[in-house]
């Protein structure tokens, strides 16, 4: 979201790009674009610096990248620059929210004898008779990043802008449960790669399919990401979820969207049954209700009988899992 994270971004990808060694792929759709000799763009970087000089490319202007990235397939890394481009927006819609209030109330002198006061300002900066400008000169500068947005704040609480500062907090409040939230989700993708593989497949997987909410109301009471956020890491959900809802021999693997769904791994037919004994006997649903029910829950639906929630595990998964767990036992 600051320029320090957009040169890492454009470091990253310019690795990511040598190594596939399709430099000369990069060259020929970049053709019109670059003014120097193809000899003299020898990697990545050097493209992406000749893009920067013709104007090409930027931290608010990255499509050309994307378009790059798409060209070579390279899809993880054109997530990881559309991620960028998100923030980056919100990041800019927030300082242009605060420009423009603060060029409506006539209060940039105001603003700028409070930061001269705090950090020593160029004259050009000084000069300056647009808010949204002074901001622009300010972030080049290293003073408006997201990880210094205590100078933003400080000089809006100089100028008695609390108002204001509450909009950065804001902001803060949520990049912080954002990135927390995309955290969560890089550590499930991890416990998933490590599940038990048999002859190139994950085995012995029931998909648990749950919708906690209030059905003649249309509300949704739970979310993958309000269960992702409630616990400090992935693998502490994971650990409570195997104590406290599912039998022995069986592990929780995976926590996706649409409706909430675990994915269930089994060790064993033992684990299988068992767990398929408890989804058809209610106590499969009866656990997942205790675990993740709370009483802002309960009253937001307006009391703990308006709460449904309802399980699903297809039979066919039941069955499918059983065949491989008994292919398993006969190979061993």
């Not at 409506?104 to 000069?127: D, H, K, M, P």
Request: with cysteine; aromatic share 8%.
């Amino acid at each position: 979201m600051s320029y320090v994270e957009y040169n890492q971004l454009l470091f990253e990808i310019s690795q990511r790009l040598d190594l596939l060694n399709q430099h000369g792929q990069l060259l020929f759709m970049c053709r019109g674009r670059v003014a120097s000799r193809p000899e003299d763009i020898p990697d990545a970087l050097s493209l992406f610096q000749e893009l920067e000089e013709q104007n090409c490319l930027a931290i608010d202007k990255v499509d050309l990248l994307k378009e790059l990235l798409e060209g070579v397939k390279e899809w993880p890394l054109f997530d990881k620059v559309r991620k960028f481009e998100d923030k980056r927006k919100e990041y800019k819609e927030l300082l242009e929210q605060i420009s423009r209030a603060l060029d409506e109330s006539n209060q940039l002198q105001q603003l700028i004898a409070v930061c001269t006061e705090r950090e020593a300002l160029e004259e050009n900066e000084r000069n300056t008779q647009i808010v949204r400008i002074l901001f622009d000169k300010l972030e080049r500068r290293g003073l408006f990043e997201f990880g210094r947005l205590d100078f933003l704040k400080g000089i809006l609480s100089g100028i008695e802008r609390q108002d204001l500062v509450k909009e950065v907090q804001d902001f803060e409040k949520r990049r912080i449960d954002e990135d927390k939230f995309e955290r969560r989700i890089a550590q499930a993708r991890i416990i998933l790669a490590a599940a038990r593989v048999v002859g190139g497949r994950v085995i012995g997987v029931l998909n648990m399919k749950t919708v906690f909410g209030v059905a003649a109301a249309g509300i949704t009471l739970l979310t993958v990401r309000e269960i992702l956020t409630r616990w400090s890491t992935y693998d502490q959900l994971v650990t409570c979820f195997q104590g406290c809802v599912l039998p022995a021999g069986s592990r929780l693997i995976e926590v996706s969207q649409g409706c909430v769904c675990f994915t269930i791994q089994v060790d064993n037919l033992t684990g299988l049954t068992a767990l398929w004994n408890m989804y058809e006997d209610g106590t499969l649903r009866e656990r997942l209700f205790n675990f993740f029910v709370t009483d802002e829950m309960k009253t937001r639906a307006g009391g703990e009988e308006n709460v449904e929630l309802t399980v699903t595990i297809e039979k066919a998964e039941y069955e499918k899992a059983y065949f491989e767990l008994v292919q398993e036992a006969d190979g061993e």
